[in-house]
């Protein structure tokens, strides 16, 4: 007497790979987002350290001053970062990582440790960058410096603690 045996995959061994490869697909779903969050802010860490050597170097041409001024922050040029300050000093076309034009602030450190206008960012519409003088960074934080050279470069980041700040000295 033959016997026929059947060739195929049983429901449960269909339903076991099915299973599988739903634990992988879903464990890609959840760490992707986290790995592109940690990749933008890595564009912004070199962005940052990239503005602070491009203002250290502006110190050392000028005397040792930083510009006084407000940077130029044009709005109604929202579509193009082509004609702000950004594009000089941080990078070749002014934007963060999501696509929005770096917003640059100016800003003065006092004695007691206060910084004018020193806000969180809205990542909506724009990542804000701010140039602290006459400040050091100490725990991530910018901190008073008698120093006429020293400034911090103070930003959002997107994981973590949320800020950064990084120091000429």
Do not use: H, W
């Amino acid at each position: 007497m033959a016997t026929k045996s059947k060739k195929g995959f049983t429901i449960i061994e269909v339903v076991l790979v099915l299973a599988i490869a739903g634990l992988i697909f879903l464990m890609v779903f959840i760490a992707l987002p986290n790995m592109q969050r940690s990749q933008r802010d890595t564009q912004r860490r070199n962005d940052y350290a990239a503005f602070s050597a491009n203002m250290t170097s502006y110190i050392t041409n000028n005397n040792g001053r930083l510009p006084t001024g407000a940077f130029d922050n044009d709005a109604a040029n929202a579509n193009s970062c082509e004609d702000t300050d950004a594009r000089k000093y941080i990078n070749d076309t002014g934007e963060d990582p999501n696509g929005y034009c770096y917003q640059m602030q100016n800003a003065q450190m006092t004695a007691d440790n206060n910084v004018p206008n020193l806000t969180a960012t809205d990542r909506n519409t724009a990542s804000t960058v701010y140039l602290i003088r006459n400040a050091v960074c100490n725990d991530g934080t910018p901190q008073y410096s008698a120093s006429k050279r020293a400034f911090a470069i103070y930003g959002n980041l997107e994981t973590g603690n949320g800020t950064y700040c990084q120091s000429n000295s």
